[in-house]
C-alpha cells in the first residue's frame, strides 16, 4: 500500500541534543513537507521541498534542518537551537507543489524534550 | 497575508444531531484552494475536500456537506445524523495559487475539537 511513514513514534531526547525525524513516502509525490503541531493549535509549517536536493524554509524554520537526497525521504533534524522543541511533528507530501494538490500527511512523530 | 479562523475551539453533540463546523478565511488572491482535514485521536490528517476558489457549488458526500460562500469568506462543513466516529478535530485550511503553485503550504485554522456522545 502506498503512503508516508514516520519513525519512530514517539521520541525523547534531552536538552540540548539533536534529534532527526525519519519520514518516507512511496506515492512518487515530488513535493514534501514538515509541519509543526502544539497543542490546540493548527499546523504551521517548517520546511517544504519541490524536488531532490532543493527545500525551503516555511514559517517557523529557525532551529530546524532538512535535506532531501533522494525523492522518497525527507527527514528533518531537530537541533539544540530549537527553543521549544516539544511538539507533535507530521510530515507530508503532494504529487507536485501546486496550490491546489491536496497533501497527504504520515501518522506523526511525538518529541517530547525532558 | 492568508489566515483561516476556525472560531469554535470545541463542539458537543449527542449522536444523531446534526453540527456545523465554521471557517473562515482571508486572501488578497483570486485564485486559491480551500481544504478540510480530519484528525482523529491517532494523529494523521485525513483528507477531506478541496474547493477552488471559482466553483461556489455546495458538495454533498454522503452525510457530509460543505457550505462555501465567497461573499462572506466562509467554507463551512455540516455533518448530519453525526455519528461516535466522527469525533475527532477537524481543520479548514487555505492554500492560494498567486505565489507560483503553493510555494508557501497550507495556511491551517487552529481546528475544532468534535465530540459525539452516544
Known amino acids: 500500500d502506498g503512503g508516508i511513514t514516520q519513525s519512530p513514534k514517539y521520541l525523547f531526547r534531552k536538552e540540548g541534543q539533536n534529534v532527526t525525524l525519519s519520514c518516507e513516502q512511496n506515492l512518487n509525490h515530488d513535493a514534501m513537507y514538515w509541519y509543526r503541531q502544539d497543542p490546540g493549535q493548527g499546523l504551521r509549517l517548517i520546511y517544504y521541498s519541490q524536488i531532490v536536493n532543493d527545500f525551503q524554509k516555511g514559517d517557523i524554520a529557525e532551529g530546524y534542518s532538512v535535506s532531501r537526497e533522494k525523492k522518497e525521504s525527507f527527514p528533518l533534524t531537530v537541533t539544540s537551537a530549537q527553543k521549544n522543541p516539544t511538539a507533535f511533528y507530521l510530515c507530508?507530501?503532494?504529487?507536485?507543489?501546486?496550490?491546489?494538490?491536496?497533501?497527504?500527511f504520515g501518522p506523526g512523530t511525538r518529541l517530547t524534550v525532558l | 497575508a492568508q489566515k483561516v479562523t476556525q472560531a469554535q475551539t470545541e463542539i458537543s453533540v449527542v449522536e444523531k444531531e446534526d453540527v456545523t463546523l465554521d471557517c473562515v478565511y482571508e486572501?488578497?488572491?483570486?485564485?486559491?484552494?480551500l481544504f478540510w482535514y480530519k484528525q482523529p485521536p491517532s494523529g494523521e490528517l485525513v483528507f477531506l475536500i478541496r474547493?477552488?476558489?471559482?466553483?461556489?457549488q455546495n458538495e454533498i458526500s454522503g452525510r457530509y456537506s460543505w457550505n462555501f460562500q465567497k461573499s462572506t469568506s466562509s467554507f463551512n462543513f455540516t455533518i448530519t445524523a453525526s455519528q461516535v466516529v466522527d469525533s475527532a478535530v477537524y481543520f479548514c485550511a487555505l492554500s492560494d495559487g498567486a505565489s507560483g503553485g503553493g510555494a508557501d503550504g497550507l495556511t491551517f485554522g487552529k481546528g475544532t475539537h468534535l465530540i459525539i456522545q452516544p
Open positions: 486572501t488578497r488572491d483570486t485564485t486559491y484552494y
Open positions: 474547493r477552488n476558489s471559482f466553483d461556489e
Open positions: 507530508a507530501s503532494s504529487i507536485l507543489l501546486r496550490a491546489y494538490n491536496e497533501q497527504f
